[in-house]
């Protein structure tokens, strides 16, 4: 795996990591689609303990459609969402795929809390479905 690297819109907060994903997802969720102003939010998961973040950042901590804590951490010039953690998954970070420098490879999973996704929204290919978060 190359490494994952990527920055905000103005490029003030970084952010690298040379850990193999996790996962990369879509998720649906309703905190989701708030958050980007889409349908949708992609995500790639890595270990909080493989990322270096470079540039001052804010942290906006919400609860999700789980009922658990969420936190998004913004730029706070730009105001772009650079990455998320859930409470949900202890231990990982999801770095938000399109502040990514190389965006080629990304190639989602899964998708999760499909029962609040938009109804004009089709994916295409072999991508797990799930209503809510899998357990």
Not at 82 to 108: C, N
Not at 116 to 135: C, H, N, T
Request: glycine share 10%; aromatic share 8%.
């Amino acid at each position: 795996m190359p490494e994952i690297k990527g920055s905000c819109r103005c490029g003030k907060v970084t952010y690298q990591s040379y850990a193999q994903p996790v996962f990369t997802g879509v998720c649906h969720c309703v905190a989701c689609q708030k958050n980007t102003g889409s349908a949708f939010a992609v995500g790639v998961a890595v270990p909080v303990a493989s990322l270096t973040i470079n540039g001052s950042t804010q942290r906006y901590n919400d609860v999700g459609d789980s009922g658990r804590s969420t936190q998004r951490v913004f730029c706070p010039n730009c105001g772009s969402t650079v990455m998320q953690s859930a409470d949900a998954m202890p231990g990982m970070v999801m770095v938000t795929a399109g502040t990514l420098d190389d965006k080629r490879w990304v190639r989602p999973t899964m998708q999760i809390y499909c029962a609040s996704a938009q109804p004009w929204v089709y994916l295409g290919g072999d991508i797990e479905r799930f209503p809510k978060m899998p357990g």
